[in-house]
């Protein structure tokens, strides 16, 4: 067992406070390839389901890979995941082979970390439980790097680990520009103001992520782009003035990340000249 109770509540509550909405914890447990199942309402006790669940079928490292690409910027979350995923994976060295485990170079450039006697994995849960006491963004973590024998080979279950896709960013807000151009967008085309910074609106994306920023996008069935997304702020109007109209088949970069409505459904920031190719000729209506 990698962890004690009291440490799995504590790592519980620690992400618990940044991923408090079911669907968000459950996509995380998907893409670290664990069935979320049934789980208590209250976010700590379904964190710490979800944990014991890791931990029992191997997953843990998984989890920790997938947490920590949702905020790049969260210095704690990124310190904890990375403890967590290199202790894992050194456990499982240390059950392979009888070799000293050597120091493993992590991915995320936030600690270097060792193992090179039998008190290192008390080691370990002291620097984890050191974060989450702290919680500041100002937390890093470091560890003693020692010379050590040659490492053991890798093994499939790291290499798959590794390999896990980084999940689509999103947020759960946006704020316009205050000096956003008003009235239909309809300049010199469709979906058209003056330069690249006017802000025209939110067009909605259904129940998937659409995609990351950068990438370009093909619109699969014909949307209002309209003044504002539905939220508490306007209680949650999806009938906001139309600026313009996305035809099926336009093709849309992501300029600005998605966001997640309450409701888990998406809807995305349009600037003029995120339509950067326009579909065919239609007799389309949107139907949002």
């Known amino acids: ?153 890798p093994i499939a279950e790291v290499a798959v680990v590794e390999a896990l896709p980084a999940p689509p960013a999103y947020t759960r807000g946006h704020t316009p520009p205050k000096d956003r151009t008003r009235g239909p967008a309809w300049h010199s085309g469709r979906c058209t103001y003056d330069k690249p910074s006017d802000f025209i609106g939110y067009w909605y994306a259904g129940e998937d992520n659409p995609g990351a920023v950068g990438q370009t996008i093909t619109v699969e069935i014909g949307v209002n782009v309209r003044a504002d997304y539905p939220d508490t702020h306007n209680d949650f109007d999806k009938r906001t003035k139309v600026r313009c109209i996305l035809k099926r088949g336009d093709k849309v970069k992501l300029t600005s990340t998605p966001i997640l409505v309450p409701g888990d459904r998406f809807w995305v920031p349009l600037y003029h000249g995120d339509l950067v190719e326009e579909a065919p000729e239609e007799n389309l209506v949107a139907v949002r």
């Open 1 to 153: 067992m990698l962890f004690s109770e009291k440490e799995r509540r504590e790592l519980a509550e620690f992400f618990a406070k940044r991923f408090s909405d079911d669907s968000v914890r459950s996509m995380l447990a998907r893409q670290a390839g664990i069935e979320p199942g049934e789980t208590s309402d209250a976010p700590t006790d379904a964190w710490e389901q979800l944990i014991t669940t890791a931990q029992n079928r191997r997953r843990l490292p998984n989890l920790a890979i997938v947490a920590s690409r949702t905020d790049q910027t969260d210095q704690n979350l990124q310190a904890v995941c990375n403890l967590l995923g290199a202790r894992a994976r050194i456990m499982r060295n240390r059950i392979l082979s009888s070799a000293a485990a050597a120091s493993i170079a992590l991915g995320f450039g936030v600690a270097g970390w060792t193992l090179g006697n039998n008190g290192a994995n008390t080691t370990a849960m002291t620097e984890v439980s050191d974060v989450l006491a702290s919680n500041t963004d100002k937390t890093t973590v470091q560890g003693t790097v020692e010379t050590q024998p040659p490492p053991a080979p």
